[in-house]
């Protein structure tokens, strides 16, 4: 997918922390974003009348992004939003994708976006669940960079990457974006604690190998497979075979995982476990 130009709509500027993601992938250059003033006062109007914002800090806002992105600003005809075939309420946004020679239009209003209406002029619509999703498989970590400094910037109240991560499934529905980052950051820190508890407090499993039964995850490992298993009906949440890790974990995954890496770790100090 060639992400050099892209059309923000303004449903996912105002939404929070989406518009914050997406702006600063494209502080990070990972795309390069385009908007029409149309857009961006659509997107303040949202601001206001959802109560996330006063009038006044809606404009500063806006003028943020405008002083942040100074070349990123469309100027759209009306002769040729007249020409557009999409609903009428968003045929702005199709010009301007055209004038910005964008290839993408990144919206949760799929249905305002019609193949139909876009294929003419090379331009695909995508959930920014779907464009998300491809920035970060091309950009794991930078990406993941993106979401570090979201967090650092939020001191009231302070966010840990996790918590990010869970209000972006659940408050903007990126649930893919959400379990790729999620995995990336997290599946190598429930593997080691894992591994830690099938060496110190782990029992000879019937199968061979080692395993330990929790009350929410099974733990097993038998050379260098390793498998952990959630015992909620979901099955495995991560496989480590032939030096591949794969799985799918949860925002509770990893809050359960932490409390038992908190645990261990005091059971072993207590009874003075060697490491």
Known sequence: ???????????????????????????????????SREILDGATRNLVKKEIMTEIKAARFQAMIEKTFPESIVEVPASLVEAMTNHPGDRHVVAAAILANAKVIVTDNL???????????????????VFLSELFDNNPESMLQVIRQQVEALKNPPYTIAEIIEKLEKNN????????????????????????ALRKIGQPAPEGGRCYEG?????????????????????????????????????????????????????????????
Not at 254 to 270: H, I, P, Y
């Open 1 to 35: 997918m060639d992400v050099s130009s892209v059309v923000l709509d303004s449903c996912v500027i105002f939404p929070m922390p989406l518009c914050d993601t997406l702006l600063r992938a494209a502080e990070a250059e990972l795309y390069s974003v385009r908007f």
């Open 111 to 129: 249905k305002h976006f019609p193949k139909e209406a876009l294929e003419p002029y090379g331009i695909e619509a995508q959930h920014p669940d």
């Open 173 to 196: 529905r990126v649930h893919e974006f959400a379990s790729k980052v999620r995995f990336y950051e997290y599946c190598n820190f429930l593997t080691e604690t894992a591994k830690k």
């Open 215 to 275: 009350e929410r995850y099974r733990l097993w490992m038998k050379g260098q497979t390793l498998i952990i298993t959630a015992k909620d009906g979901r099955g495995e949440v991560i496989r480590v075979q032939n030096d591949e890790i794969e799985g799918d974990i949860s925002s509770e995954d990893v809050k359960l995982f932490q409390k038992f890496a908190q645990r261990l770790e005091q059971e072993l100090t207590t009874n003075k476990v060697d490491e």
